[in-house]
């Protein structure tokens, strides 16, 4: 069969091109049930299996403890923004956001409608470190400055901005910060399951599933279940993560075959070894592609080294001006939607789990190339 392009996405993104063909395999008929996973009720035996296989996958792949809830949900993060106030501002009114780019911007945003929200921390200014200089959103706010009031129900951070491609290395302990009464949200949309991570340091992990864990339509949330039950009045009963964990994520119709194609991911990921063996891929196909960034004067990525994403590259031409010619040169050679988000301009590379290495020497290739064509 004729290899696929590579797909640099930031998603929807590259899928495991053996997840595609199971899929394509099972289409008409799952397990000889007669019936597309599309076609099943979401109440029979046969999705009942599928939704639970994935769950437990889930659990073990990101070890989650058995105090947490895993829900499969609508809405995407952008819905998220709201549901977490919504259902963590029952009791106190009080949030604190951290602030590191533009996802983080639009959740703090988004919560100001349901709760008493302050920003704790913010990277939208220059950071003036080592005598020199990081522009706003490069960079994150070390969490010893981090100013977050005694009786915040939460403190809300972004751990991997896709659009400035800025990563949080770990989550900080909340409990060693003096605000041992906050839990943790954390927006994990863009690095979730590409790295192991401490679940136990956060009370609500939420991440729409179309970049590692799947297609659109499924939002993954991790609560931790003693922060069930104190919903907003004006929370919607199908939006209350009490109900869906009580309900075992079918309180309403669930997004079924987005569930089914990310159970499959992440069987491909058991299959790879698992979040520590994926950590050591990203961490070499990220370095491989930063690398040559720090050698070359003719491409350059702002962000600071100790934040730099291993997910989303974001890098600028030295003239704008060769952009246009950049992508068309890519799309002929087979590396596909490298334009960057219009609010930084330039190129992003997205190098999800199911990007391969190959594929980021593809486009260190080309970009060696271009700069010997151009520079
Ligand atoms: N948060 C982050 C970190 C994202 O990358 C995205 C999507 N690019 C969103 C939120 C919004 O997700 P959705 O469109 O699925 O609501």
């Known amino acids: 069969s004729q290899a696929r392009p590579w797909n640099f996405s930031a998603g929807p993104s590259v899928l495991p091109e053996s997840v595609l063909r199971q899929a394509a395999a099972e289409m008409l008929d799952w397990h000889g049930s007669g019936m597309s996973v599309m076609e099943m009720s979401h109440r029979g035996k046969e999705f009942g299996q599928i939704c639970s296989e994935a769950e437990a996958d889930l659990r073990q792949l990101l070890n989650v403890p058995d105090d947490y809830a895993v829900l499969f949900m609508q809405g995407g993060?952008?819905?998220?923004?709201?549901?977490?106030?919504?259902?963590?501002?029952?009791?106190?009114?009080?949030?604190?956001?951290?602030?590191?780019?533009?996802?983080?911007?639009?959740?703090?945003?988004?919560?100001?409608?349901?709760?008493?929200?302050?920003?704790?921390?913010?990277?939208?200014?220059?950071?003036?470190?080592?005598?020199?200089?990081?522009?706003?959103?490069?960079?994150?706010?070390?969490?010893?400055?981090?100013?977050?009031?005694?009786?915040?129900?939460?403190?809300?951070?972004?751990?991997?901005?896709?659009?400035?491609?800025?990563?949080?290395?770990?989550?900080?302990?909340?409990?060693?910060?003096?605000?041992?009464?906050?839990?943790?949200?954390?927006?994990?949309?863009?690095?979730?399951?590409?790295?192991?991570?401490?679940?136990?340091?956060?009370?609500?992990?939420?991440?729409?599933?179309?970049?590692?864990?799947?297609?659109?339509?499924?939002?993954?949330?991790?609560?931790?279940?003693?922060?069930?039950?104190?919903?907003?009045?004006?929370?919607?009963?199908?939006?209350?993560?009490?109900?869906?964990?009580?309900?075992?994520?079918?309180?309403?119709?669930?997004?079924?075959?987005?569930?089914?194609?990310?159970?499959?991911?992440?069987?491909?990921?058991?299959?790879q070894g698992g979040l520590a063996e994926i950590e050591k891929r990203n961490i070499a196909k990220s370095a491989l592609l930063y690398d040559y960034l720090a050698q070359t004067g003719f491409y350059r990525n702002p962000v600071h080294p100790n934040f730099r994403s291993r997910m989303n590259v974001p890098f600028t031409l030295h003239d704008a001006a060769l952009d246009a010619e950049f992508l068309s040169g890519a799309t002929a050679r087979g590396l596909l939607q490298l334009k960057g988000h219009k609010s930084v301009g330039g190129m992003r590379a997205s190098i999800y789990n199911a990007m391969p290495i190959e594929g980021v020497q593809a486009l260190v290739d080309y970009m060696k190339e271009f700069e010997r064509t151009h520079g």
């Open 77 to 271: 993060a952008i819905a998220a923004n709201a549901l977490v106030p919504m259902n963590l501002l029952g009791r106190s009114d009080a949030a604190d956001y951290v602030l590191s780019g533009s996802w983080s911007v639009k959740s703090e945003k988004e919560a100001r409608r349901y709760g008493d929200i302050r920003v704790a921390a913010s990277s939208g200014t220059v950071l003036e470190s080592d005598g020199q200089q990081w522009q706003p959103w490069t960079w994150v706010p070390d969490a010893a400055s981090w100013q977050v009031r005694p009786d915040a129900a939460y403190v809300h951070l972004c751990s991997n901005e896709t659009i400035g491609g800025v990563e949080f290395s770990d989550w900080p302990d909340l409990a060693a910060l003096g605000a041992s009464d906050a839990v943790l949200t954390v927006d994990a949309s863009s690095n979730i399951l590409s790295r192991p991570m401490d679940v136990s340091r956060a009370g609500v992990i939420f991440a729409g599933a179309q970049k590692n864990a799947g297609p659109a339509g499924v939002t993954l949330v991790i609560v931790r279940r003693d922060l069930l039950g104190h919903a907003q009045a004006a929370c919607p009963s199908a939006f209350d993560f009490a109900n869906v964990a009580k309900e075992g994520s079918c309180f309403n119709t669930p997004p079924t075959y987005s569930i089914y194609i990310a159970g499959l991911v992440f069987k491909w990921l058991k299959e």
